[in-house]
């Protein structure tokens, strides 16, 4: 089966299980299985094991990292605003430098980086922050996914 066949199938089969959704764990209407799934394709060749292992630890740190700076900077003030740019800027540099100059670990630093952001572009509440399980779900089904379709 080639790349594109594969990738194909895991984005698919991940906007499959978001439309559907799965009582209170997986919302319906939900592309984040997808979206996380796509983030998660590449050609890797090693073990699956361990690369779904990186892949897990990149997006569970960088979601929850980025749901816990969100709730220090997360308000509707402009103070506020101008602390979650400054965070936002400084998390993605931090991130992406470490991606490019580690050999090891640049693949989970790349996904703290697009996960953390993301996490912390949510729209600004002055409500009291609950975090969120739904993203660590959807990471999990598109582990899944990505392992189902590579085997």
Same mark, same amino acid.
């Given at each position: 089966?080639?790349?594109?066949?594969?990738?194909?199938?895991?984005?698919?089969? *991940?906007?499959?299980? #978001?439309f559907?959704? /799965?009582? &209170? =764990?997986?919302?319906?209407?939900?592309?984040?299985?997808?979206? @996380?799934?796509?983030?998660?394709?590449?050609?890797?060749?090693?073990?699956?094991?361990?690369?779904?292992?990186?892949?897990?630890?990149?997006?569970?740190? *960088?979601?929850?990292? #980025?749901?816990?700076? /969100?709730? &220090? =900077?997360?308000?509707?003030?402009?103070?506020?605003?101008?602390? @979650?740019?400054?965070?936002?800027?400084?998390?993605?540099?931090?991130?992406?430098?470490?991606?490019?100059?580690?050999?090891e670990?640049?693949?989970?630093?790349?996904?703290?980086?697009?996960?953390?952001?993301?996490?912390?572009?949510a729209?600004?509440?002055?409500?009291?922050?609950?975090?969120?399980?739904?993203?660590?779900?959807n990471?999990?089904?598109?582990?899944?996914?990505?392992?189902?379709?590579?085997?």
């Amino acid at each position: 089966i080639t790349y594109v066949v594969k990738f194909t199938a895991t984005i698919l089969i *991940g906007m499959a299980i #978001g439309f559907e959704g /799965y009582g &209170f =764990v997986i919302c319906s209407y939900n592309a984040g299985i997808a979206i @996380t799934a796509s983030l998660l394709l590449n050609k890797y060749s090693g073990s699956f094991g361990a690369n779904n292992m990186q892949r897990l630890h990149g997006v569970v740190l *960088g979601n929850s990292a #980025g749901q816990l700076l /969100y709730a &220090f =900077v997360g308000y509707c003030n402009w103070p506020a605003y101008i602390l @979650t740019s400054v965070v936002i800027y400084v998390w993605a540099a931090f991130t992406l430098f470490w991606s490019v100059y580690s050999v090891e670990h640049g693949f989970v630093m790349f996904l703290l980086c697009a996960f953390g952001v993301t996490s912390l572009m949510a729209g600004c509440s002055n409500d009291s922050f609950h975090p969120s399980m739904a993203s660590i779900f959807n990471t999990v089904m598109a582990i899944v996914v990505n392992l189902f379709v590579d085997t």
